[in-house]
Each structure stands twice: as structure tokens, then as C-alpha cells.
């Protein structure tokens, strides 16, 4: 019986260790998808694939993870980032905080974001976003989102109306994008105490 028991303990083992593991390198990977959709800017060199293993995906720079190692957080304000929104960013499902502001990053609003369900904090502002925000916006981004910035792209059209359903958002800047907008914005969001407009 030994034997046996100490081969299903491995197995077991091995079970309990593989989804942690392929999922890492899977995070990895997407990383280097990532990068290089993004034009593989100089300030995302350190994302290579000599140090892709493991948890280092945790000290590349702008990136980081939860003790668990999964990423939750994308900072890279002024990355140099050009080209469209990769949609592999959506495949990041841990990710709470995605700041992607003063880059060039180029059409639609990225509706791959719909699949991060914990996004908590999106910074899309100063970029070359255009296009209408799509009418369900509200109800397909993260419902624990609290902080959206959407200022300096070329969005054009209005807001969607349904905003409100974001329960836990406070802060929506969306400025310098058109002037009806803003107008929109601050009678829709006026019996928002605790909301700014900047
Ligand atoms: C690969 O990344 C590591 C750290 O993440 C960095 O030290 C190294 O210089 C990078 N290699 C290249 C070729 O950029
Ligand atoms: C925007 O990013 C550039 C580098 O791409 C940097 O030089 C500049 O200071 C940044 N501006 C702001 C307001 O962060
Ligand atoms: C939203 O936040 C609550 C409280 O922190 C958390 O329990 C819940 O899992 C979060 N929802 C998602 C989809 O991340
Ligand atoms: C900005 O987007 C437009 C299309 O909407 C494109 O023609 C232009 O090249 C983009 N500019 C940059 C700097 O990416």
C-alpha cells in the first residue's frame, strides 16, 4: 500500500501544482504578446523571455502580482506604447489596476477589458482612442470599478447613459474629449457626492 499512497500523493501533487504553474507561463506569455503588440518599446525590454520563468513575470518592471503571482497591475504611463489595444490584456483576469495613459495607442475603446472582471482602476487617458464608447460600457466593465480615465483621446458621441449602473465608480474624468460631453457629464453625475470632474 505504501507505494501506492506515496505515487497517488504525488499525483496529486503534481494536480494541485499544475493550474498555479501553465497558468503563470501562460500570464508570461501574454506579457510578451503584450509587449510586442504594443510596438516592444525600450521601456518594456526588461519583459524578455530570458527572464520569463517562474515568478520573475512578477519583477519585470511596471508589473504586479498578488502573493499568489498572478498580475494584477499594469503601469505604464508614458511606455511609449503605440498601436491598437492588444486583446490579449483581457486575458489577464486578475488584473485590478491598468494605467495606460500618455502613450499614442491607437482605435476603439478596448472592449477587451470586459473580461477583467476585478478592474478596479483604468487609466486610458492621453492616447488616440476614438470612435463612440460602446452602449454597453457600463455593464460589461469590472462592477468593482472605482476609477475611470477616459481624457485627452478622440472619443466622440455621448456617454453612455447607463453609466450609473458602474455602482462603485467616483471618479470619471473624461475632459478635454468634446464639450458636450462634459456638459452631459455634470448633470448626470451632480447628485454624485463623492464624484469629481476635472
Ligand atoms: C531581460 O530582462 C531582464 C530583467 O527583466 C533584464 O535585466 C535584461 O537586461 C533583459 N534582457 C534584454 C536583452 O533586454
Ligand atoms: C508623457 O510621456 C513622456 C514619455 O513618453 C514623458 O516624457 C512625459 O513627461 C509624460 N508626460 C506626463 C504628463 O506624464
Ligand atoms: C469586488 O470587490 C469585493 C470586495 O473587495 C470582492 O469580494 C469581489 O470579489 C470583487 N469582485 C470581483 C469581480 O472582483
Ligand atoms: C491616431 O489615430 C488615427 C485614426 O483614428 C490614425 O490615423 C493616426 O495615425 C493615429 N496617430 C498616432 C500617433 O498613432
Request: net charge positive; proline share 7%; hydrophobic share 40%.
Amino acid at each position: 500500500m505504501a507505494p501506492l499512497a506515496s505515487a497517488c500523493c504525488r499525483l496529486l501533487l503534481l494536480l494541485a501544482l499544475l493550474p498555479c504553474c501553465s497558468l503563470a507561463a501562460d500570464e508570461a506569455a501574454l506579457l510578451l504578446q503584450i509587449k510586442t503588440a504594443w510596438g516592444d518599446p525600450p521601456a518594456l525590454a526588461g519583459w524578455n523571455i530570458t527572464s520569463a520563468t517562474g515568478r520573475h513575470r512578477c519583477m519585470w518592471p511596471h508589473v504586479g502580482c498578488n502573493p499568489a503571482g498572478r498580475i494584477v497591475s499594469l503601469r505604464l504611463s508614458g511606455a511609449g506604447l503605440t498601436g491598437h489595444f492588444p486583446d490579449a490584456v483581457g486575458d489577464l483576469s486578475a488584473l485590478t489596476h491598468l494605467d495606460v495613459s500618455n502613450n499614442t495607442i491607437s482605435g476603439a475603446f478596448p472592449t477587451a477589458l470586459y473580461r477583467c472582471a476585478s478592474l478596479r482602476y483604468l487609466d486610458l487617458s492621453r492616447n488616440n482612442l476614438s470612435g463612440e464608447l460602446p452602449p454597453d460600457i457600463s455593464r460589461r466593465l469590472g462592477p468593482n470599478l472605482t476609477k475611470l480615465f477616459l481624457s485627452g483621446n478622440q472619443f466622440r458621441g455621448a456617454i453612455p447613459g447607463d453609466l450609473g449602473s458602474l455602482t462603485r465608480l467616483r471618479n470619471l474624468v473624461a475632459d478635454q474629449c468634446n464639450l458636450g460631453w462634459l456638459r452631459w457629464l455634470r448633470n448626470a453625475w451632480n447628485p454624485w457626492p463623492r464624484t469629481f470632474l476635472t
